[in-house]
């Protein structure tokens, strides 16, 4: 026989189900069984857990909305929204919300019986390693461009005042800091960080795309600037304009980073973040430490 909340059939979002089907009992309400897997729909609000156990049945598991944490033996996995988990029968599993709800939907084969989900004595949480902030050490690598950043305004302030074999010295050396510093460190936040951002903030390509074409003005301007410096008598006004632009978009890109994208960073699980933070160093050789 089949049991379900619906005689026929239900066709609802997970929100609104959410609302529905909340049970006093438990955050797991039985959606569909039969003799051969059973369905559950999963509300967990922050620091609620389905616990640790360790069933003779098959687990299909598939994130809704919100994140939080898989247990599979003694790894813990950071899932979130439109992740798929599969984890075998005699594999100890729990679920657990770290912000706002998680909602999921779990598939179980076949159906549990009462020993399934026996916890006493049975498998724990473990101790999440400790790792580096990534956030931290792109934070370093902005103090260690600010000097830089700076000198973009103050010789914009000067331009018009100095001789053009000191002008063009100055704008060399401005050039120099663009390709080898300043234009390394974008293209790796690219590669690197704002994916990160982006699966944090569940979405593909949207979120930091107004920080990407923070960056192609950056390089446009860049570009610009070294033909400029690159002329035999560089043009005062075309200079000072150029790195006034420069000195503007890079603080305020540095701002918008550390304000409102770096701190999403924090989200990510403790192996997410290790591997961050290792791929940001090793891009540095270090740096940032």
Known sequence: MTESITDHALVARAGALSSSTRLESGPARVLLQTDQLRVLFIDLEPGRELPPHRPETDLVLAVLDGMGQLLVDDEIRPVRTGDLAVVRAGVARGLRCLEGRLLAL?????????DDHRTTDGPAWPDEPVADDPADVIRA????????????GRLAGVAGTLDPARLSLELEATVRFLRDELLPHAAAEERLVYPAVEGVLRARGGATNTMALDHRRIEALATDLAHTSAARNADRTDAARLLQALSAVVSLHFD?????????????????????????RGHHGGEGD
């Open 106 to 114: 779990a598939v179980v084969t076949p159906p549990p019986g009462p």
């Open 256 to 280: 918008k980073e550390e304000e409102d994208y770096l701190p999403q960073l924090g989200r990510l699980g403790a192996a997410e973040r290790k591997a961050l933070v290792a791929a940001l």
């Open 141 to 152: 690598e902005h103090r260690g461009l600010m000097a830089g950043v700076a000198d973009l």
